[in-house]
């Protein structure tokens, strides 16, 4: 078996599977997560807005809302709200340990 035949192979499709594959810049990374972090707080904000909809049909006596579906609405609501706050929280001491390195 020839190796270095192989090893030649292996090479030449490394590097045209690196030149077919674009590197992102990092204006495109910064754009999509910034989409991605929008989408996480547009479904932490209709979660809220579900939950307190259905709280208020429950409130209201509709008989199609359960009580459990309110509860499980809820902290289906609140664990998406935590969730956020840590990640906000995260993003700002990342923030702060950036803005205090030495330049």
């Known amino acids: 078996m020839r190796v270095d035949g192989l090893n030649t192979e292996m090479q030449a499709m490394m590097l045209e599977a690196s030149s077919a594959r674009a590197t992102p810049t990092a204006q495109q990374v910064g754009a999509d997560f910034g ?13 809220q ?9 429950f409130d209201r006596g509709d008989a199609d809302v359960s009580l459990s579906d309110v509860m ?23 923030y702060k340990e950036l803005m205090n390195m030495p330049v």
Request: zero cysteines; aromatic letters at 2%; proline letters at 0%.
């Open 35 to 47: 989409d991605m972090l929008s989408q996480a707080v547009n479904n932490v904000n209709g979660l």
């Open 72 to 94: 499980i609405a809820r902290n289906k609501s609140s664990v998406a709200f935590e969730a956020t706050i840590q990640v906000r929280n995260k993003l700002v001491e990342a």
């Open 49 to 57: 807005k579900s939950s307190g909809n259905l709280q208020m049909r």
